[in-house]
């Protein structure tokens, strides 16, 4: 039987630990206790002696592919980017939202819509916890969920949300809360990796997965380390000072609005210097084990691009309309959402190219980064 030893060896020490933190819940779900994340939310041996060697955070780990087909299987995923089973462009109707939103506040209205309808107890997101933090956090009130929409740029704090902490902080965490507080029915968003770590747990029925209603995944092309050092180069390539910055936002591009109306864009490539490693090894672009998955990517500023993956995520979303969620209906709707679409499928080829691309150079040659073990 894999045990973490296993994982260390494999995963961990070759870099591919994307710190989804999903063998740490587990093992602690089922109280043994024998892992931890450390400071950095790395994932560690607390106590190697308590390890029964039941071999489930292997079995967990969303870098094995132990488990891939029956997960598949399971939610009906089809080459080459999963299960499609409709795309639009939307966005929240209460402006109040939009504002505070990423893009277009959907997956906010969305949160509140199946709170406000009593489909959940409350959703597993995201908020700021401080200087270069952003932490797991169980939403259970309306107020809760509005605050952890989009993100802040703390001028004095500089690039808080987009921190290391802030892109690959255990989601998982927010499971303990949750445990504690009983919680039946609850909606989880996260990036693709954190939506398959979720995905893992639920093919093996883990306790306490079954309470995830919803998932709810976020487009990813990758996930940034952004130390002084990083933050310096960025606003050198982008001719702009961290303290003028009002908002920040990843499409095809990293849109950089300043406060004074002014926008800034670097080409993704760009900003491959400070790219986490894990991530080069990442073939999921679009979420594609989400009920539904949600991005910028193709949308006119403002405005977020849905896709509806599982009959349970085309339900959600088609409830939540209009009154929750406006969708644009231009005229030419069909050809723009089929470009769109066009654009994911471009994205996610990309992005599953150059993990292929990695994994064939991995223990030869590094893409030049620093591996994060
Ligand atoms: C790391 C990262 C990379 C992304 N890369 C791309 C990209 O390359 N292309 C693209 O089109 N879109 C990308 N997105 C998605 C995009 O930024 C928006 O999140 C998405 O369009 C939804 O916008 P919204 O206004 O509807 O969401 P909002 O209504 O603003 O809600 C966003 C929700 O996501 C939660 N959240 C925020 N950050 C995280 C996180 N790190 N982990 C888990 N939950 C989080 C918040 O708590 C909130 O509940 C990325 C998102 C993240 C977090
Ligand atoms: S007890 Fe099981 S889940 Fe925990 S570290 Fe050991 S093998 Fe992994
Ligand atoms: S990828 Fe997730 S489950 Fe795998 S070793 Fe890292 S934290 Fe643990
Ligand atoms: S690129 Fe992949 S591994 Fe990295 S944060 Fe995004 S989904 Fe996770």
Same mark, same amino acid.
């Given at each position: 039987?894999?045990?973490?030893?296993?994982?260390?060896?494999?995963?961990?020490?070759?870099?591919?630990?994307?710190?989804?933190?999903?063998?740490?819940?587990?093992?602690?779900?089922?109280?043994?206790?024998?892992?931890?994340?450390?400071?950095?939310?790395?994932?560690?041996?607390?106590?190697?002696?308590?390890?029964?060697?039941?071999?489930?955070?292997?079995?967990?780990?969303?870098?094995?592919?132990?488990?891939?087909?029956?997960?598949?299987?399971? #939610?009906?995923?089809?080459?080459?980017?999963?299960?499609?089973?409709?795309?639009?462009?939307?966005?929240?109707?209460?402006?109040?939202?939009?504002?505070?939103?990423?893009?277009?506040?959907?997956?906010?209205?969305? #949160?509140?819509?199946?709170?406000?309808?009593?489909?959940?107890?409350?959703?597993?997101?995201?908020?700021?916890?401080?200087?270069?933090?952003?932490?797991?956090?169980?939403?259970?009130?309306?107020?809760?969920?509005?605050?952890?929409?989009?993100?802040?740029?703390?001028?004095?704090?500089?690039?808080?949300?987009?921190?290391?902490?802030?892109?690959?902080?255990?989601?998982?965490?927010?499971?303990?809360?949750?445990?504690?507080?009983?919680?039946?029915?609850?909606?989880?968003?996260?990036?693709?990796?954190?939506?398959?770590?979720?995905?893992?747990?639920?093919?093996?029925?883990?306790?306490?997965?079954?309470?995830?209603?919803?998932? #709810?995944?976020?487009?990813?092309?990758?996930?940034?380390?952004?130390?002084?050092?990083?933050?310096?180069?960025?606003?050198?390539?982008?001719?702009?000072?961290?303290?003028?910055?009002?908002?920040?936002?990843?499409?095809?591009?990293?849109?950089?609005?300043?406060?004074?109306?002014?926008?800034?864009?670097?080409?993704?490539?760009?900003?491959?210097?400070?790219?986490?490693?894990?991530?080069?090894?990442?073939?999921?672009?679009?979420?594609?084990?989400?009920?539904?998955?949600?991005?910028?990517?193709?949308?006119?500023?403002?405005?977020?691009?849905?896709?509806?993956?599982?009959?349970?995520?085309?339900?959600?979303?088609?409830?939540?309309?209009?009154?929750?969620?406006?969708?644009?209906?231009?005229?030419?709707?069909?050809?723009?959402?089929?470009?769109?679409?066009?654009?994911?499928?471009?994205?996610?080829?990309?992005?599953?190219?150059?993990?292929?691309?990695?994994?064939?150079?991995?223990?030869?040659?590094?893409?030049?980064?620093?591996?994060?073990?």
């Amino acid at each position: 039987m894999k045990t973490f030893t296993d994982l260390v060896r494999e995963v961990q020490k070759p870099g591919l630990c994307h710190r989804c933190g999903g063998c740490v819940m587990f093992c602690t779900a089922i109280n043994y206790g024998a892992l931890k994340l450390d400071e950095e939310g790395k994932p560690r041996y607390a106590e190697k002696a308590k390890c029964i060697e039941c071999g489930l955070c292997n079995a967990i780990c969303p870098e094995i592919a132990d488990l891939d087909e029956e997960t598949k299987e399971r #939610l009906g995923w089809a080459p080459p980017i999963g299960r499609v089973i409709g795309t639009c462009i939307a966005r929240a109707t209460d402006e109040k939202i939009r504002k505070k939103a990423t893009d277009g506040g959907v997956v906010t209205a969305l #949160l509140l819509h199946l709170l406000k309808r009593g489909r959940i107890d409350g959703a597993i997101v995201t908020k700021q916890s401080g200087p270069f933090q952003r932490e797991p956090f169980l939403a259970v009130s309306e107020e809760d969920i509005i605050s952890a929409a989009g993100f802040f740029f703390d001028t004095s704090h500089g690039m808080t949300s987009f921190s290391d902490h802030y892109l690959i902080y255990s989601q998982i965490k927010g499971f303990d809360p949750l445990i504690k507080k009983g919680l039946q029915r609850v909606a989880f968003v996260g990036t693709p990796c954190q939506v398959k770590a979720v995905r893992r747990m639920q093919t093996l029925n883990i306790i306490p997965s079954d309470t995830i209603k919803f998932c #709810l995944g976020l487009f990813c092309s990758g996930n940034f380390i952004f130390g002084k050092e990083q933050q310096a180069k960025v606003a050198e390539i982008g001719g702009f000072q961290f303290k003028d910055v009002k908002k920040i936002n990843i499409k095809e591009e990293l849109i950089v609005h300043l406060n004074s109306g002014e926008v800034k864009t670097i080409m993704l490539d760009e900003l491959e210097f400070m790219k986490r490693f894990a991530c080069y090894f990442c073939p999921d672009y679009s979420a594609e084990y989400a009920d539904v998955s949600f991005g910028g990517i193709g949308a006119e500023e403002g405005w977020t691009t849905v896709i509806t993956r599982t009959p349970v995520g085309r339900a959600i979303f088609a409830d939540a309309k209009p009154k929750e969620i406006e969708v644009n209906c231009q005229e030419d709707f069909p050809k723009m959402a089929a470009q769109v679409l066009k654009k994911v499928h471009k994205w996610s080829a990309r992005k599953k190219d150059m993990a292929a691309k990695s994994r064939k150079l991995l223990n030869t040659k590094y893409p030049g980064i620093k591996k994060d073990t």
